[in-house]
């Protein structure tokens, strides 16, 4: 019954990425914790660089100045 | 002040039905606990199935599949 | 597979009223979506009323002055 | 290493405001805590007004009645 | 920067045990999206059964009646 | 209607520097979205160093390492 929430950066991570995040964090728990995988949640966020901060800016800002 | 925070996949839930979870879930503090409902907070958190894994797939290959 | 996630101060809510907001909670994502029970998952937090802040202030120092 | 998640409906927040969010809940925990600046995460989260509700109904019900 | 939150029930995880979800988890982020992991934050929580509903009720009823 | 959640270590946070949390976080919502203070709820969680990872390591074990 773990409940796994992975928060990234929008930036185009692919239906397969997303897939192997789902599948990855999903057997880690089997691994580590013997949970069962099928009452194992796994939600993936993708957040816009703009509402993501890091430093005190914005990983838009970061990006642009360097 | 309690917060509530649903998540569901994607699916087109109509606002008529996200007014009822706000207002069951609300409904649901005010009788259980005696909570206040005029500072009780619902947030509903819709998301895609591509980003739901759960058995170590996503929603979206597990409907696929079947 | 919805997530539900209630974050409450922690004020001795009893075992018997937590399992009615699992029960209700659950219940609310069957009625109004149809959601499947069995994989819906219930997530209880309580929260000590010195971290808890509204208006400004913990949920402490508000009961105290009033 | 603190993280910050601030949630607000979704009300056309600018680029600008979202960096004075970042900024100063950044500062607000090096000046309270000491942290470190460098490694604090500031999530926004923005939720349709469709799917925040409080006191028993969404944010857009409660602003048409108003 | 990838932020990773990790609820599972309370029931004795060791400490040797969440080490291994914190670094399989931030692995997982690196292998898969090319994230760095000097960033990479990862948060467990364990909740208490009386907290962790499925199926409508709570994992420590679930357990007894089994 | 803001929501602020803020996870940091358990590292002895004193109810004083809790409240200065509150206060500040509530006060950048008013500052920069103009915010009604009133409904604007902060929630502090505190996560044992176990429990928090960065840069695939417990901040436990990267203290004791250092």
Redesign the interface.
Known sequence: ?????????REG?T?E?????????????V???G?N???????????DT????????????RRNRS
Chains 1, 2, 3, 4, 5, 6 share one sequence.
Do not use: C, H, Y
């Open positions: 019954m773990p409940f796994v929430n992975i928060k990234i950066t991570a239906k990425q997303k897939e192997k995040l789902i599948r990855g964090a999903t057997q880690l728990l691994d580590v914790l949970k995988p099928v009452t194992t949640v796994v939600v993936i966020e993708e957040v703009d509402n993501w901060g890091v430093g005190g800016e914005s990983v838009t800002t």
